[in-house]
């Protein structure tokens, strides 16, 4: 009997990883953070998949957090911000024998999980793979990506991968997440907060080209410093690649802003920040678009962290 697959964070992210391994016949349950959403939920019958063009329904069950059930096996698929909450909220089903798949933004989050759920092991995640909601409990699959996850405490793949090979889920285990999550944190900062600041869809930063070749040289400067030489290299050029091949999509952050969201930029910009003064290196120009960031956030009345 395969192993309960219990998805915390009802995003596109999460939705999309559930409504593909109750596709596959694996066993899924939906972890909702009250009995209210719980409702709603339950109304709604389950998740809808848009994939291209076809919407399909999953009536994946539904349970709220303090459910008495453990859990072996949970996928943290909500923002980084809400990471540590979540888990909390969760930490009395679980055990030394739980794994944890950890699909949050930038760096930071991870660490502060971990630190709840000290007997747990904790699999990070980075994914490229594109999804977004058009309504309550539906999800539209919008781009193909790979999701790369690692352990780097316990480097031995875990045997349930399979079930991501039956789910269509394209990913790949290594033995150096963390370059993967300091490669994808490079990228977000020199991206998405520009497309913010700009206001303009990712090809619009083709029009800031110095500003961006200023940051790229600044997080370079930055990986290096923190020993992720790997992590460094060619960044630039692969931030101009993303730019081009994403020109007609907003970014994530873009997003957040526009729907009056909290953004994930403690994990990001101010994570990236906060290390380089840790190793007392000047990035005057990605501190300067932190503190930019910051003060148009509060402009709209969202929070600045």
Request: hydrophobic content about 40%; overall charge negative.
């Given at each position: 009997?395969?192993?309960?697959?219990?998805?915390?964070?009802?995003?596109?992210?999460?939705?999309?990883?559930?409504?593909?391994?109750?596709?596959?016949?694996?066993?899924?349950?939906?972890?909702?953070?009250?009995?209210?959403?719980?409702?709603?939920?339950?109304?709604?019958?389950?998740l809808t998949l848009?994939?291209?063009?076809?919407?399909?329904?999953?009536?994946?069950?539904?349970?709220?957090?303090?459910?008495?059930?453990?859990?072996?096996?949970?996928?943290?698929?909500?923002?980084?911000?809400?990471?540590?909450?979540?888990?909390?909220?969760?930490?009395?089903?679980?055990?030394?024998?739980?794994?944890?798949?950890?699909?949050?933004?930038?760096?930071?989050?991870?660490?502060?999980?971990?630190?709840?759920?000290?007997?747990?092991?904790?699999?990070?995640?980075?994914?490229?793979?594109?999804?977004?909601?058009?309504?309550?409990?539906?999800?539209?699959?919008?781009?193909?990506?790979?999701?790369?996850?690692?352990?780097?405490?316990?480097?031995?793949?875990?045997?349930?991968?399979?079930?991501?090979?039956?789910?269509?889920?394209?990913?790949?285990?290594?033995?150096?997440?963390?370059?993967?999550?300091?490669?994808?944190?490079?990228?977000?900062?020199?991206?998405?907060?520009?497309?913010?600041?700009?206001?303009?869809?990712?090809?619009?930063?083709?029009?800031?080209?110095?500003?961006?070749?200023?940051?790229?040289?600044?997080?370079?400067?930055?990986?290096?410093?923190?020993?992720?030489?790997?992590?460094?290299?060619?960044?630039?050029?692969?931030?101009?690649?993303?730019?081009?091949?994403t020109a007609a999509?907003?970014?994530?952050?873009?997003?957040?802003?526009?729907?009056?969201?909290?953004?994930?930029?403690?994990?990001?910009?101010?994570?990236?920040?906060?290390?380089?003064?840790?190793?007392?290196?000047?990035?005057?120009?990605?501190?300067?678009v932190r503190q930019?960031?910051?003060?148009?956030?509060?402009?709209?009345?969202?929070?600045?962290?």
């Open positions: 009997m395969s192993t309960t697959w219990h998805v915390l964070g009802a995003g596109s992210l999460g939705m999309l990883w559930a409504t593909r391994l109750a596709r596959a016949g694996l066993p899924v349950r939906l972890v909702l953070r009250n009995e209210q959403r719980l409702q709603a939920y339950q109304a709604a019958g389950g848009v994939e291209q063009g076809q919407a399909r329904h999953y009536p994946v069950p539904g349970q709220t957090a303090d459910a008495p059930e453990p859990i072996k096996r949970l996928l943290l698929a909500c923002k980084a911000y809400d990471a540590e909450a979540a888990v909390a909220s969760v930490a009395h089903r679980l055990s030394a024998d739980s794994e944890l798949i950890l699909l949050q933004n930038g760096l930071g989050s991870q660490d502060a999980v971990a630190n709840r759920v000290p007997l747990a092991r904790c699999i990070s995640a980075s994914s490229t793979e594109g999804a977004f909601r058009d309504g309550d409990w539906r999800v539209v699959f919008a781009g193909h990506g790979y999701t790369w996850l690692g352990d780097p405490a316990h480097p031995v793949a875990p045997v349930w991968l399979d079930d991501l090979t039956a789910a269509g889920i394209p990913h790949e285990w290594t033995a150096d997440i963390l370059t993967r999550l300091w490669r994808k944190l490079a990228l977000n900062c020199a991206i998405n907060p520009l497309t913010v600041l700009h206001h303009c869809k990712n090809g619009g930063l083709q029009a800031h080209h110095c500003e961006v070749a200023t940051l790229c040289a600044e997080l370079t400067d930055l990986l290096e410093r923190c020993g992720q030489p790997m992590a460094a290299e060619d960044l630039q050029p692969e931030v101009e690649r993303v730019i081009q091949a999509n907003y970014s994530s952050m873009y997003q957040d802003v526009a729907n009056g969201r909290r953004t994930e930029i403690s994990y990001l910009l101010g994570h990236a920040c906060k290390v380089a003064e840790r190793h007392r290196l000047a990035l005057p120009h990605l501190e300067q930019r960031l910051i003060a148009h956030l509060h402009n709209l009345g969202l929070p600045g962290d």
